[in-house]
Nanobody, 114 residues
């Protein structure tokens, strides 16, 4: 059974930092490209950052320079380091792994508020 489990969300003040983790089980994680998506209330889900099997990274313009995506295949985990957080970063963050199939985690809430 394939599972993606996100963790690390929470409440943080503007300007603060969080690190999200996405840990996979049931798949050969190293062959999957992985993306972090987010969905704010009333908005469509959007891609925030992605990392390929070759560790090539892509960022949405709204987070470039503030967020960093990385992966540790030995731990079957992808991370999203989020710095200089803004209220507009508030959303549920989802992890997606894509290869021959497409898998999603259950999401973790990130709230940026004073």
């Amino acid at each position: 059974q394939v599972q993606l489990v996100e963790s690390g969300g929470g409440l943080v003040q503007p300007g603060g930092s969080l690190r999200l983790s996405c840990t996979a089980s049931g798949i050969i994680f190293s062959v999957y490209g992985v993306g972090w998506y987010r969905q704010a209330p009333g908005k469509q889900r959007e891609l925030v950052a992605s990392i390929s099997t070759a560790h090539t990274t892509i960022y949405d313009g709204s987070v470039k320079g503030r967020f960093t995506i990385s992966r540790d295949n030995a731990k079957n985990t992808v991370y999203l380091q989020m710095n200089s957080l803004k209220p507009e970063d508030t959303a549920v963050y989802y992890c997606n792994a894509k290869f021959s199939n497409d898998y999603w985690g259950q999401g973790t809430q990130v709230t940026v508020s004073s």
